[in-house]
């Protein structure tokens, strides 16, 4: 499975940014896709996922701020970040995780994303 993310970029505080992530490949009919961010000096964390059921789940600091959405036929994820924060500055990576005997991950390199203050 390949992962592409693209989207990222500088964006002032309050405003809105999209990112995409295609995925290709052998995917499972059963599968989780969405986004987790790391930010210097943190550990990489979960933003959004979206299950091929429609199920979300979103973390709590960007809960109501981001919407998390996908193309199922397409194989695409996206992450619609309004109201961005300088907090939410950082390298945002594209997640696709199944379950085959045991959970496994496939990530997308990386976009950064900068929100000035």
């Known amino acids: 499975v390949q992962l592409q993310a693209s989207g990222g970029g500088l964006v002032p505080a309050g405003g809105s940014l999209r990112l995409s992530c295609a995925a290709s490949g052998s995917i499972l009919p059963s599968n989780t896709m969405g986004w987790y961010r790391q930010a210097p000096s943190n550990e990489r964390e979960m933003v959004a996922t979206?299950?091929?059921?429609?199920?979300?789940n979103y973390a709590d600091s960007v809960e109501g701020r981001f919407i998390i959405s996908k193309d199922n036929a397409q194989k695409k994820v996206y992450l619609q970040m309004n109201g961005l924060k300088s907090e939410d500055t950082a390298i945002y990576y594209c997640?696709?995780?199944?379950?085959?005997?045991?959970?496994?991950?496939?990530w997308g390199q990386g976009t950064q994303v900068t929100v000035s203050s």
């Open positions: 997640n696709l995780h199944h379950f085959y005997g045991r959970r496994v991950d496939f």
């Open positions: 979206m299950h091929s059921s429609g199920l979300t």
